[in-house]
């Protein structure tokens, strides 16, 4: 079982946790979401959202 850090300054001397918050980081910054693992290219085409949001009113193109 792992325990959480006190600080954020704990988790970052994690190299792991660390890692994980850099990539989380990049992909936000690069239009995606960390939260979800959904990089930009992989957002929705019609609404622009995520995998986080239910997006079932967008209108979806066809291929």
Do not use: K, N, W
């Amino acid at each position: 079982m792992t325990t959480r850090p006190a600080s954020f300054t704990e988790a970052m001397a994690d190299p792991i946790r660390r890692a994980l918050f850099v990539a989380d980081l990049e992909t936000d910054l690069t239009g995606g979401c960390g939260l979800c693992d959904t990089e930009a290219i992989e957002m929705c085409a019609a609404c622009g959202q995520c995998r986080c949001d239910t997006h079932e009113d967008c209108i979806r193109l066809t291929p």
